[in-house]
């Protein structure tokens, strides 16, 4: 069997081929299906993929880097051996990544920003979902929709403060619309996650000059009255195999990428809902109905408040819900899922390798 490389981040849930067991990550439910296809396609034709701790680069046929160009712009390899890049995380939280000088060392890049590809040095790569783990759809009755709840955000990632400008982050998008509904719906209402950071509760833009002159019982009453907003929402967490399950208790989930603005850039939120038979609120790909027909989910853009948004769903009955959920239905059992699952995605990074090893 020839070697090949994937390079991940260094953390305890990545490296060890830790990627490749679908064990949850961090307490979230794995995002890596797609790695785990892509190395049984490799390992079939007598390639074995594995990390950078196991099998070192250098010793490697080609290297596939996840999110990561900075080890690769001062490290050395072996002649006519393929460097590539997969982008699956945007610009908002990775900027590095994004610059042509950090790029210019990869001999092919793989990205959800179908802007830039080119079918020669750029390819497209879809966020993989891994459709084969969801349970078999089941619509919503009447008397299911009575009895659910209005409305759920499942998140592990606020941001309380506003995000600096241009960064196209989503994560205070997220956070006002669980205030709002804190403040003026709380027992419509319910919020999931592992926790909030007390120490993100404590701070603010040029909070760390104002801790010289500032006592710390004013960062510690500030914690504790933002604390409020969450708790009177907050639920606890959710075991990484228990959100459709979980999910499936309300009408509507908040579904907020956690950066907006960037074409392609579709993860999970707006799938995990589908699988639960839940109507998404979804903010994040601003061509998301170029790949899932608009009848699926309630676009944010379209509310000019969290008023108006709240009237609508307040006031929508069965008949209208219904045929938002046969939307979802007939997109999941049609072709449309196709293109972002992750035996189409492992294929198409597969046969590139294979193609330029020949």
Not at 10 to 17: A, K, Q, S, T, V
Not at 160 to 166: E, F, K, N
Not at 252 to 280: H, M, Q, R, W
Request: proline fraction near 7%; include cysteine.
């Amino acid at each position: 069997m020839r070697k090949a490389t994937l390079f991940v981040r260094e953390h305890p849930c990545l490296i060890g081929d830790a990627i490749f067991s679908g064990a949850p990550m961090e307490g979230m439910k794995s995002d890596a299906f797609m790695f785990i296809e892509l190395r049984r396609l490799l390992d079939g034709q007598g390639i074995a993929l594995a990390t950078q701790d196991i099998h070192a680069p250098e010793e490697s046929v080609f290297v596939l880097s996840v999110d990561n160009t900075l080890p690769f712009q001062n490290m050395s390899r072996p002649a006519g051996q393929p460097w590539y890049l997969l982008l699956s995380e945007p610009a908002t939280y990775h900027p590095h990544n994004y610059r042509p000088e950090n790029q210019r060392v990869f001999d092919r890049i793989f990205t959800y920003d179908y802007t830039l590809v080119d079918n020669k040095r750029y390819f497209l790569y879809r966020f993989a979902i891994d459709f084969e783990s969801y349970p078999p759809f089941q619509p919503v009755s009447a008397e299911e929709f009575e009895r659910r709840k209005l409305c759920s955000v499942v998140a592990a990632s606020f941001g309380i403060s506003p995000p600096r400008a241009g960064s196209g982050s989503l994560l205070h998008e997220r956070y006002k619309v669980l205030k709002w509904f804190s403040d003026h719906h709380p027992t419509e209402f319910d919020f999931f996650s592992r926790g909030v950071d007390s120490r993100e509760l404590e701070t603010f833009p040029g909070a760390g000059l104002l801790r010289r002159v500032l006592p710390d019982a004013f960062f510690t009453w500030l914690g504790r009255y933002r604390k409020r907003v969450f708790d009177r929402v907050y639920r606890g967490p959710i075991p990484p195999d228990d959100k459709i399950r979980r999910l499936r208790d309300y009408r509507f989930s908040i579904a907020y990428e956690n950066t907006g603005n960037v074409p392609g850039y579709l993860t999970e939120k707006i799938f995990d809902c589908f699988a639960a038979a839940v109507v998404p609120i979804y903010l994040g790909d601003p061509e998301v109905g170029k790949t899932i027909p608009p009848a699926c989910f309630i676009d944010r853009r379209n509310f000019a408040s969290h008023e108006a948004l709240y009237a609508h769903i307040r006031q929508m009955r069965y008949a209208q819900y219904i045929l938002h959920i046969q939307a979802i239905e007939a997109y999941l059992t049609g072709a449309g899922p196709t293109q972002l699952t992750s035996a189409a995605n492992a294929q198409t990074i597969s046969q590139i390798a294979l193609n330029d090893l020949v």
